[in-house]
């Protein structure tokens, strides 16, 4: 178990990220909201709870078949995409007060999409080799 992960900045935002898309999908069950908006919302918590497991199990470490990185940045990117797009139908569309507050939820979450999505393209260096701390020769 790396401990070191759950203190670090991307760590606490995976967290707030599960977090606030779980309340994002209480939210939009609660409203008994359109399947695309509840999908949405559970499909967000369980990627970012399984990624954090991932990085908190070091298990990135030992499945090197992928650039685990690298998937996440593309999960945060996408994420943030759709729910830009699904919160701003269910704020405007507001069928009751569950549906708008799974709304702001869901921009609260996008907006910690983009700050995972920063934090990620930060660590990932593209032109250096994975898991050395010595460069090639």
């Known amino acids: 178990v790396d401990s070191g992960f759950l203190r ?6 995976k967290i707030a990220r599960a977090v606030v898309a ?18 949405l919302a559970l499909m967000e918590t369980v990627i ?5 497991l991932l990085y908190l199990l070091k298990l990135d470490k030992k499945m ?7 998937a ?4 945060s990117v996408i994420a943030a ?5 699904v919160c701003l139908f269910a704020i405007i569309i507001k069928t009751n007060n569950g549906t708008l507050a799974g709304g702001v939820f869901g921009l609260v979450l996008l907006v910690l999409c983009v700050v995972d999505a920063v934090l990620l393209f930060q660590k990932i260096s593209l032109g ?4 050395r701390n010595t460069p090639a020769k």
């Open 48 to 52: 970012t709870a399984l990624f954090f």
């Open 128 to 131: 250096a080799p994975r898991g």
């Open 22 to 39: 779980f309340v994002t999908f209480l939210c939009f069950v609660a409203s008994r909201s359109g399947g695309a908006y509840t999908a």
């Open 64 to 70: 090197r078949w992928l650039f685990w990185p690298l």
């Open 8 to 13: 670090s900045p991307r760590g606490a935002v």
């Open 81 to 85: 995409l759709f729910l830009l797009i």
């Open 72 to 75: 996440d940045l593309f999960n």
